[in-house]
Every structure is written in structure tokens, then in C-alpha cells.
């Protein structure tokens, strides 16, 4: 079994950051791509920021803003959030791609953190 554990929300005026993280734990062989999405009240979830081995991706909307990064040997995504706007108040999830055995991976969620922007 696999399980994520987030932790990082809350509640900033605009203009300020946050650092999200997501850390894996359980029988792991290997992680492959890690990602970052959001969902806002009547929404579909988005994918804001990914990353491999050797690339990242981010939405327009949060280029400049929001640099993803991860730590291997702690199998943890991060997500650093700066010059955060009011239209980036959502609920992030992580979804890790994990590799139980070596022949096949598969995604899992964390749980969700609320991440609110508003002064």
C-alpha cells in the first residue's frame, strides 16, 4: 500500500506564499512523474505544475509564480507558491505516479489541502 500525506494550506493575504508538500510513504519501488492540481468550488480540477527527472511543466496561469521540486530520497513533491492572487484560492491535490514493482505504475491522490487567498 501506498499513502500520501499533504500538508502546507491555509489561508494568505494576496501577494503571499505558501509551500505545499506531498510525502509518500509505503511500499515504493520508485516514483516517476509527480504533479500538482487544484479545484475550486464549481470547477474541474486542473493540473497546475509537473515534474519528471529531468522536466517540469506549469499552466500559464502560474508561470513565474509557482516552482514545483522534489526530493527523491524522501519521495516528496513540493510546491512553492509565491505573489499568490486570489484566483488561486482552490484545494490541491498531489497525484504521484508509483512504481510498487518495477513493471508497472500507477497514480495516487493525496488528500487535498485548502489553500485560501483573500485579505
Known amino acids: 500500500q501506498v499513502q500520501l500525506v499533504e500538508s502546507g494550506g491555509g489561508l494568505v493575504q494576496p501577494g503571499g506564499s505558501l509551500r505545499l508538500s506531498c510525502a509518500a510513504s509505503?511500499?515504493?519501488?520508485?516514483?516517476?512523474?509527480m504533479g500538482w492540481y487544484r479545484q475550486a468550488p464549481g470547477k474541474q480540477r486542473e493540473l497546475v505544475a509537473a515534474i519528471t527527472s529531468g522536466r517540469t511543466y506549469y499552466a500559464d496561469s502560474v508561470k513565474g509564480r509557482l516552482t514545483i521540486s522534489r526530493d527523491n530520497a524522501k519521495n516528496t513533491v513540493y510546491l512553492q507558491m509565491n505573489s499568490l492572487k486570489p484566483e488561486d484560492t482552490a484545494v490541491y491535490y498531489c497525484n504521484l505516479q508509483v512504481r510498487i514493482v518495477p513493471e508497472n505504475s500507477r497514480g495516487y491522490w493525496g488528500q487535498g489541502t485548502q489553500v485560501t487567498v483573500s485579505s
Open positions: 509505503g511500499n515504493i519501488f520508485s516514483i516517476d512523474a
